[in-house]
């Protein structure tokens, strides 16, 4: 587990223990170690489109906690949504200054009760799937996988919305995994990813663009396995509990590519902000599998216009595959 999967666990774990305040110094000191950590594991394009390798790709300003917004709009966030995000409580005076998970601002502010970082009140939120990846039959594996995520109740707001989870559908032999952002209403009914019309629309670029068989040579998951309410986007604790899961899944299918589906599920993956348009044509790495990202076919729905753009990127994924480009 790198640093900063460590500090976000670590602050995530004081939260479930009754935790909503940690001392400035202390989060100060937190965040700098995890923006030393960010620099040093920045992911790094192995190329762009030329071959050319590529040198950076930002990811120094990738707070998961800071994308709240701090004051009354976190304040009146629903009661049911247990794990808040840690935001810069308003200055008050002399040393009773303190960074606050409830982000709002009081005037009848009381010195918070300070609490000291200790190893021992942190328990990992993770179970041990580690043999999954290990079993020779992958369907058997991911049937188990489903198993444990059909019991997962980390996202207290998913969980209290969700249909059924969404774990993945395809050949968990194939050396493709489609990458999207998370269940929607469809893919929730049906506990499928990708069946409503942004599925249609995936299933038609890969069969009739790249003409490959989307059952068979494909497997399709997303970076959430629970549809978040009103179609919005992951947000960054989500995409955090559910990483396991996720990691599972590729270790297990052991995708030779994987093609990321729209900004979230690239800036996810690949831990970074940069956005979906400069991460295109480029080749990235994880976890053994070589990388692309194009856009998402929900927006393409909404944009026609990007959809010559994603043909580019399905191109050059197909290159990449060995695959026979029409035209080329
Ligand atoms: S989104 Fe993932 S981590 Fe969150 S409740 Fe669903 S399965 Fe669990």
Same mark, same amino acid.
């Given at each position: 587990m790198n640093l900063r999967h460590a500090i976000l666990q670590r602050l995530q774990s004081l939260q479930c223990a009754g935790i909503e305040e940690i001392s400035r110094p202390q989060a100060r000191k937190l965040a700098i170690a995890l923006k030393e950590s960010e620099a040093k594991n920045a992911p790094k394009p192995v190329s762009d489109q030329a071959g050319q390798t590529v040198q950076t790709v930002s990811t120094a300003d990738f707070r998961p906690w800071e994308k709240r917004t701090p004051g009354p709009q976190t304040a009146q966030a629903s009661p049911a949504q247990p794990s808040k995000s840690f935001t810069p409580r308003p200055k008050t005076t002399a040393s009773s200054s303190s960074y606050s998970s409830s982000g709002s601002a009081s005037s009848s502010y009381m010195a918070p009760k300070r609490t000291a970082l200790s190893l021992? &009140? &942190?328990? +990992? +939120?993770h179970e041990d799937y580690s043999a999954l990846p290990l079993m020779e039959d992958r369907h058997e594996a991911l049937r188990l996988l489903g198993e444990k995520v059909r019991q997962c109740v980390r996202c207290i707001e998913l969980v209290s919305n969700r249909t059924q989870t969404v774990l993945g559908v395809g050949n968990p032999y194939a050396e493709l995994m489609f990458l999207g952002e998370a269940p929607g209403a469809d893919e929730d009914r049906q506990g499928i990813p990708f069946v409503g019309r942004a599925g249609q629309l995936l299933t038609k670029m890969i069969e009739n663009g790249m003409k490959i068989s989307r059952e068979e040579n494909t497997y399709i998951c997303n970076i959430l396995r629970c549809r978040p309410p009103g179609n919005r986007a992951p947000m960054p604790e989500e995409a955090f509990k559910c990483r396991q899961f996720l990691d599972t899944q590729i270790d297990i299918v052991k995708p030779k590519f994987i093609c990321c589906l729209g900004a979230s599920a690239a800036q996810y993956l690949l831990d970074t902000t940069t956005t979906i348009s400069r991460m295109r044509q480029r080749e990235y790495r994880y976890r053994n599998a070589t990388v692309v990202c194009t856009y998402h076919p929900a927006y393409l729905l909404r944009n026609p216009s990007q959809k010559a753009a994603t043909w580019q990127d399905l191109q050059f994924l197909m290159k990449l595959m060995g695959l026979k480009v029409e035209n080329d």
């Open positions: 021992e &009140i &942190i328990v +990992p +939120p």
